[in-house]
Structures are given as structure tokens and as C-alpha cells.
């Protein structure tokens, strides 16, 4: 079975300061990480992904994100936040283990506002 | 090159009517996904396409919903004798299943369905 978490509905931050929304995970096996971002009236775009290898994964508009398998953990960061971030992001996971689904759960979003 | 297209962007019905929701995937792609997306809801799977493989429709809520996927390529939504429960927003997604895009979802930009 996998779950996603995404426990804050709402993140508020400053313009230039840093931000991070969280995620927590669950698998049987080993999971595939990703986060989307969705901007109002519009489809999810892919932000970044974590397969293997390095835990820090980075990926467009400057985001990265680590991936922290003792705390089942994979929060979004960024060292600087601008005013265009502000939108919907959405945390999923796969679990690639054995009785593994090729379908990803998507977690309830979380609603990113940065203050000018 | 282009990316996914749904029609229409918006559909206005009565409820007890049937409508269809059209998704284009980026050529190729043969991972073929539908979302439900409601207010504050997250993302709610409904049903995959992986090639000539039978499709997983573990996710339909009723069996009012179903979806076909000609050649391949092209995905319908159909909903029949719609209810007021059904508006949403339908998001379609394609993917190409391969170890270096691995399932990395490519999201169109929906159609919002508001049920009267």
C-alpha cells in the first residue's frame, strides 16, 4: 500500500525568504517521489522526481527537494521564494516494491503564498 | 512540441445528461491517466491505460463513469446521467514509460465540469 501526507493545507513566507512545504510517505517497498506544481486554471507541471542515487534532488524554477528515508520524508524547498511561486503543489509516490502500483498517489496539495 | 490537450475547457450540462471529455496524450506516450479534481479534494484517480494492456478501472466511482482509448492514442471520458456530485475538474495525463522518463506525468490543462 502507499500514502502521501501533505500536512499543511496552506504555507505562508515572505517574499526572498526561504520556504519549504512538507511531505511524509508511505510504502511497502521502495518508493518513486515527485512534486507538481499547479498554477490556477491550469494542469500540473512536473517540478522534480526522486528515482535513486543522491537524496537531494534538484529541479526547475529552483526547487529541490530531499528525500529522507529514516524520516519517510520528502520536503520542497527553496533558498529564496519569489511572488510567481505562489500556487498549488502537489507531493506523489509510487511504490515500486513487490504488489506495487504503476498509479501514483497524489497528496491533497498544498497552497504556497509568498507575500510581497 | 505539443503537449496534452483536453476538450472542452469548460462543459456546462444538467444533471441526468451524459457528456464526454476528450484527451489528446503527447504523441508516443503510451501511459494514459484520468483525475478527478475537486475543491480542496486533491487529485482522485480513476482509470489507466498502459498500451494494448486491458485498462485498471480501480478507480471509477460508479458505473456511470467509463473510458475508452482508441489506438492508442486518444482517451474519452464518458459520464452518464451526470450528477451534481460529478462537477469537478477531469485532468488527463500521459507518460512514457521508459528508465529515463520514468513516470514522470505530463498533466493537460483540464476540463471543469459543473453539473446544474
Known amino acids: 500500500a502507499q500514502s502521501v501526507a501533505q500536512p499543511e493545507d496552506q504555507v505562508n513566507v515572505a517574499e526572498g525568504n526561504p520556504l519549504t512545504v512538507k511531505c511524509t510517505y508511505s510504502v511497502s517497498g521502495n518508493p518513486y517521489l515527485f512534486w507538481y506544481v499547479q498554477y490556477p486554471n491550469r494542469g500540473l507541471q512536473f517540478l522534480l522526481k526522486?528515482?535513486?542515487?543522491?537524496?537531494l534532488v534538484k529541479g526547475s524554477y529552483g526547487f529541490e527537494a530531499e528525500f529522507n528515508k529514516s524520516q519517510t520524508s520528502f520536503h520542497l524547498k527553496k533558498p529564496s521564494a519569489l511572488v510567481s511561486d505562489s500556487a498549488l503543489y502537489f507531493c506523489a509516490v509510487r511504490d515500486i516494491g513487490a504488489g506495487g502500483s504503476y498509479i501514483p498517489t497524489f497528496g491533497r496539495g498544498t497552497s504556497l503564498i509568498v507575500h510581497p | 512540441g505539443a503537449g496534452v490537450s483536453q476538450s472542452p475547457s469548460n462543459k456546462v450540462t444538467e444533471k441526468g445528461k451524459d457528456v464526454e471529455l476528450r484527451c489528446d496524450p503527447i504523441s508516443g506516450h503510451t501511459a494514459l491517466y484520468w483525475y478527478r479534481q475537486s475543491l480542496g479534494q486533491g487529485l482522485e484517480f480513476l482509470i489507466y491505460f498502459q498500451g494494448n494492456s486491458a485498462p485498471d478501472k480501480s478507480g471509477l466511482p460508479s458505473d456511470r463513469f467509463s473510458a475508452e482509448r482508441t489506438g492508442g492514442s486518444v482517451s474519452t471520458l464518458t459520464i452518464q446521467r451526470t450528477q451534481q456530485e460529478d462537477s469537478a475538474v477531469y485532468l488527463c495525463?500521459?507518460?512514457?514509460?521508459?528508465?529515463?522518463?520514468?513516470?514522470?506525468?505530463?498533466f493537460g490543462p483540464g476540463t471543469r465540469l459543473t453539473v446544474l
Open positions: 495525463a500521459s507518460s512514457l514509460r521508459t528508465a529515463g522518463e520514468v513516470d514522470t506525468q505530463y
Open positions: 526522486y528515482i535513486t542515487g543522491d537524496n
